[in-house]
């Protein structure tokens, strides 16, 4: 008698083991037997103090049935704010997206231009060899007249050049030939490989005409040898960012070098954010600038440009119908170099 109770006490003993051993193994097995705690227990892992879900493939039914059913389990997306904010980046995150893969070839990402500017900003390649502005002066210089008339007129007809076509090199001729390497995707290129690109894009003349020696008989005496229209070279030596998203917007409306031009009777102004070809008489006698741009009017102050000694100019941006005004960059600008060009 006691060993059939004995052999009986252990049947059911076994059972109860096999039957918790089989109710334990049936969440981890169908995600429809887990408590909702077992469930997001099993699809969630928890990494540097953040809840993900799972990406374990033995995981993969109960992140898809948890999530089905519209469960967070605690899980929050994680914003990358590199994304947003270029300075928010890690040099790999910035470098990952300023650059992209082109035939092979490493280049800068034209669609990530906020991206770009940065990483150059703080003056990283990003593995890409760039072309040097020095190596495209000597190239440039190199080449006949006529040849350094047409890539201006080139660069000009694409919008990369607001100068005139003299065939001189200069700050303009050096920032358009640079521009228009970056948005063609044409680093590595050899300086003559990318002249040969330029101009097959534009139809240019076989000959230009001497302009400054025709303004001179059909203008008053604005433009002779004693009085000429006058240009100022600026740098940038502040950048605010105050009413502007990121830094990357800033810089985009405030380049690292602007220029102005006035004429010799002051009767106009031009910089690298247009033309006023109407001053008023207290324009004139301040050096003033007003140009309408998208939403904002550019409002540069150059009361200070001197010919003889280096100045500060002011470049402000007022966003029009509530007259706001956006923080404020300076220029340091050089004394001023006699030109005959004018706005066309």
């Excluded at 440039?140 to 040849?147: D, G, P, R, V």
């Excluded at 007129?153 to 920032?175: C, F, V």
Aim: charged share 20%; hydrophobic share 35%.
């Amino acid at each position: 008698m006691f060993r059939i109770a004995l052999q009986i006490g252990l049947t059911v003993t076994a059972f109860l083991i096999t039957a918790s051993v089989s109710l334990a193994a049936e969440c981890a097995d169908d995600p429809n037997e887990c408590t909702p705690k077992k469930l997001c227990a099993t699809a969630t892992n928890v990494i540097a103090n953040n809840t993900v879900w799972s990406t374990k493939s033995s995981n993969a039914t109960h992140v898809e049935f948890a999530q089905s059913l519209g469960m967070s389990c605690g899980v929050v997306a994680i914003v990358d704010l590199c994304e947003s904010d270029p300075n928010e980046c890690k040099i790999s995150q910035l470098c990952g997206k300023a650059t992209k893969s082109n035939n092979g070839q490493t280049v800068w990402n034209s669609a990530a231009q906020g991206h770009v500017v940065v990483a150059k900003g703080y003056g990283l390649t990003c593995g890409i060899s760039e072309a040097k502005a020095l190596d495209f002066r000597k190239a440039f210089t190199a080449q006949s007249k006529l040849k350094r008339q047409q890539i201006q007129y080139a660069l000009k007809k694409l919008g990369y050049y607001s100068y005139g076509i003299d065939g001189g090199w200069g700050k303009g001729t050096s920032a358009s030939i640079n521009k228009f390497v970056s948005t063609s995707n044409l680093q590595g290129k050899t300086e003559a490989q990318v002249f040969k690109t330029l101009l097959s894009r534009v139809s240019v003349p076989s000959s230009f005409e001497n302009k400054s020696t025709s303004k001179t008989v059909v203008t008053s005496n604005s433009n002779n040898n004693q009085n000429r229209n006058r240009q100022f070279d600026c740098d940038r030596t502040s950048l605010p960012t105050i009413g502007f998203k990121t830094r990357a917007v800033a810089e985009s409306w405030y380049p690292a070098e602007i220029w102005l031009v006035i004429a010799a009777d002051k009767s106009w102004m031009a910089s690298w954010y247009g033309t006023k070809k109407d001053r008023s008489q207290w324009d004139r006698k301040n050096n003033h600038l007003n140009i309408p741009k998208q939403d904002l009017i550019v409002k540069i102050n150059g009361s200070a440009l001197s010919d003889q000694k280096e100045s500060t100019v002011w470049v402000n941006l007022i966003v029009t119908g509530n007259f706001q005004q956006l923080g404020g960059a300076s220029y340091k600008c050089g004394k001023a170099k006699a030109t005959s060009w004018e706005p066309d």
